[in-house]
């Protein structure tokens, strides 16, 4: 049974007319199908997103091809509804993930810049104060930004569009589907071991280091959504 529509306020009106109207759209819809304001399973209609955010059909028709592209919609025979987790899933999206960060890393050790190597290191560094502090939206942006800056350091526009979407997919099947409680610290330490694989110039260590990192979390979140499932069997039975 599809879940119910999200609720007519969930968006925020869009009152410039930016020339990336688009990614501004895109980036709302996609935000709040992480934090479930539109939760899986339901309805996404082009007409309600359009009026709620105060734009043409135009922007968001773009921006819903560009989620579905992501996997974050998928279409139905009434439309497109926002994406449903299973193990699968999950396990596809962590392993693309996991090979598109090695790649990047492998790259940005080569390629990276002075100032670039600055702000990952700067974006490393505050994961691990914002984790240890168990500031967790803190966190979350942090982690965006430092693997944002890796996928710029890789210099390769079309590598950095792909990242940009599986990020985005990753990000929510984390977030959203399964209560998963941890802390960061692991994560962001990792962030500052790949950071230093940068800076040393070694690609092959920052390709390995990242695609561990990556492959770790999806273990974590597998387990955790096998046993939530498991869960939901017992109180079936």
Do not use: C, W
Not at 26 to 31: A, L, N, V
Not at 63 to 88: D, H, Y
């Amino acid at each position: 049974m599809n879940a119910a529509p999200p609720a007519t306020n969930a968006l925020i009106p869009l009152s410039a007319r930016p020339e990336n109207l688009t990614s501004m759209v895109y980036s709302q819809i996609r935000d709040r199908i992480i934090d479930a304001t539109f939760p899986p399973g339901s309805s996404v209609s082009e007409a309600s997103l359009a009026t709620q955010l105060g734009v043409s059909k135009t922007p968001v028709r773009e921006a819903l091809l560009r989620l579905r592209q992501a996997g974050l919609v998928e279409p139905t025979t009434r439309g497109l509804r926002v994406i449903e987790p299973s193990a699968k899933m999950i396990a596809d999206a962590f392993e693309l993930r996991a090979a598109l960060e090695a790649t990047a890393g492998r790259y940005a050790a080569d390629r990276i810049d002075a100032t670039i190597l600055e702000a990952l290191a700067s974006a490393a560094s505050d994961s691990l104060a914002a984790a240890r502090g168990r500031r967790a939206s803190d966190f979350h942006d942090d982690d965006r930004r430092f693997h944002t800056v890796i996928a710029t350091a890789a210099g390769n526009d079309v590598l950095s569009q792909t990242m940009d979407n599986s990020f985005a997919l990753t990000q929510a099947l984390r977030q959203r589907d399964v209560a998963l409680e941890r802390d960061f610290v692991t994560d962001a330490e990792e962030h500052v071991a790949i950071a230093e694989a940068i800076r040393a110039g070694d690609g092959e260590l920052a390709a390995r280091r990242s695609s561990e990192h990556i492959l770790r979390i999806m273990g974590q979140l597998l387990g955790a959504f096998g046993a939530s499932h498991d869960d939901e069997d017992d109180k079936d039975t």
